[in-house]
């Protein structure tokens, strides 16, 4: 069993592990979580190790709604012990949802909402987020209808992905000003190889109270320590579908990350979640995982490592702030 360690997500009471799992894999084709039987494995094996934060989205799986369906299956009986946590509206895709464009409109938040909790076998979602900005919606009726759904009970807090550090300010000021719940997390690629959001929204987030939740924390599986300019596991997701991440990455940088992990006697998993958890605001690391092994690793580098001041410097030399 992990010694996992835990935090509160921004100024607010909710309580999330520092490591999360992302559940972008569930029904995923080609991988081991495709099937049922193989995401209730992980998911098990995670609440097991002491991860709460399970964090999916409406457009996750093969299908629309797959991986919250499978979600919903595995969770009988364990409901409570977790933080569940999903999107709505994301506009780059599509919808069974008649929308006509507007994603964060108080008629798509109420129906999306319905049709989650009724994926997900649940009467309430812990962290409910806005997958990404929509420009037909002023940002006070979607905080608008999200308050509805907070005062009946069916979400209970809300958060937002994919904003600008203004958008992360406006909803803010917006919520003082109306009198609504705030967002309490901000959802964002975050990564050694992504550090943008460190210019301003990072601080932004920590400045207002905002839980910060890294997407792709691990730039797909690079910062593993799995991988090597000549390549790494025939089954793993980069290989099969995104080789292009090995044959682009900055090796040179990466091997002397490699020695500056083995320097210190601590895998490159285990350093780069460290570094990542000494960020400011910094909520929850959220990894993805398609077997009980790697639910293991992940959970056990929550608390492995603490990178020191010049830990932190050395690592900027190595991955500079672009």
Not at 8 to 35: K, W
Not at 80 to 96: C, M, Q, R
Not at 136 to 156: F, Q, S, Y
Request: aromatic letters at 10%; proline letters at 5%; glycine letters at 10%.
């Amino acid at each position: 069993m992990t010694d996992m360690t835990y935090r509160s997500l921004g100024d607010s009471g909710l309580r999330v592990s520092s490591v999360g799992i992302g559940c972008n894999n569930f029904g995923r084709p080609g991988t081991a979580t495709e099937e049922q039987a193989g995401a209730a494995r992980v998911m098990h094996a995670a609440i097991d190790h002491g991860i709460t934060l399970f964090d999916t989205a409406d457009i996750y799986g093969y299908a629309y709604g797959r991986s919250e369906e499978m979600m919903g299956l595995a969770l009988a009986g364990r409901r409570d012990e977790i933080v569940l946590a999903t999107k709505f509206g994301h506009t780059d895709y599509e919808s069974p949802i008649p929308h006509w464009g507007a994603r964060g409109s108080r008629r798509y938040v109420r129906l999306a909402v319905e049709q989650s909790l009724t994926r997900l076998k649940t009467d309430w979602i812990d962290l409910y987020q806005l997958h990404t900005p929509d420009p037909l919606t002023p940002i006070e009726e979607t905080l608008a209808a999200l308050d509805e759904l907070i005062d009946e009970g069916k979400i209970r807090y809300i958060g937002h992905s994919n904003f600008s550090a203004w958008q992360l300010v406006e909803a803010e000021l917006i919520a003082q000003l109306h009198g609504h719940p705030r967002f309490i997390s901000a959802q964002n690629e975050f990564n050694l190889l992504t550090r943008g959001a460190e210019d301003e929204l990072l601080p932004v987030a920590d400045r207002y109270g905002v839980g910060f939740l890294p997407w792709f924390p691990l730039y797909n599986g690079l910062f593993t320590g799995k991988f090597t300019r000549d390549g790494g596991p025939s089954d793993s997701r980069i290989m099969r579908q995104r080789p292009h991440l090995v044959e682009n990455a900055p090796w040179d940088a990466m091997e002397r990350y490699a020695a500056f992990c083995a320097d210190r006697g601590v895998g490159m998993l285990e350093a780069t979640i460290g570094w990542m958890l000494s960020r400011p605001a910094m909520g929850s690391v959220i990894a993805g995982a398609t077997s009980i092994e790697q639910v293991a690793q992940n959970a056990a580098a929550a608390s492995a490592w603490t990178p020191s001041a010049r830990d932190l410097d050395e690592i900027d030399d190595i991955f500079p702030r672009s």
